[in-house]
Structure formats: structure tokens, C-alpha cells
């Protein structure tokens, strides 16, 4: 699900997530190619976790890297620095 920005909204409404469900969270925006802080990210999947255990979610971008038929603003070394930092957030926060 989509919580890139402040327009996502919080994470209260995770507490309906049934038990044994996964639930992704999609805090990497795939729409430009800033990249997003380790700590934010971390501090937002602790803000998630507050409402459904930690081993129920992961970690994605929030979309695909071309969501719409033009792609977006991204280049390519962004996507892979992207998904690089996702990598080494799962593995610090669930490992």
C-alpha cells in the first residue's frame, strides 16, 4: 500500500489487518529520484508497527518505477540506489 507522502495518510487503519496477513509498505516513492533518508524510513515502519506486529510487514517502493505508459523522472541508477536502500532497511529492521 502506498505511504510515500503525507497525502497517504497514517497507518491507523492497519490495525484491521488480519492476523497471519502481510501487509507491504510502499514508503519509497517510485515518482522521483530523490532518495529517501534510512532513518525516516525506519522510523516509519516503527510508526506502522505500533499498530500491526513488525513480522507482518515489509518494505517496497510504492509503485512501479513506471507507473504510467511515460515512466517517470527517475534514472536508472536511481531506481537501482532505490532499491539498494530498500534492501539494506529490511535487513536491518527484520534480520
Do not use: Y
Amino acid at each position: 500500500m502506498e505511504w510515500d507522502n503525507d497525502r497517504s495518510g497514517g497507518f491507523e487503519p492497519l490495525r484491521f489487518l488480519p492476523k497471519g496477513k502481510h501487509l507491504v509498505l510502499g514508503l519509497v516513492t517510485s515518482k522521483t529520484g530523490v532518495l529517501e533518508r534510512k532513518n525516516d524510513l525506519e522510523r516509519r515502519i516503527d510508526e506502522a508497527s505500533r499498530f500491526v506486529p513488525l513480522d507482518q510487514l515489509c518494505l517496497s517502493p510504492q509503485c512501479g518505477f513506471a507507473s504510467t505508459e511515460e515512466g517517470n523522472t527517475l534514472a536508472e541508477e536511481e531506481h537501482w540506489a532505490k532499491l539498494a536502500m530498500i534492501v539494506e532497511v529490511a535487513r536491518e529492521v527484520w534480520v
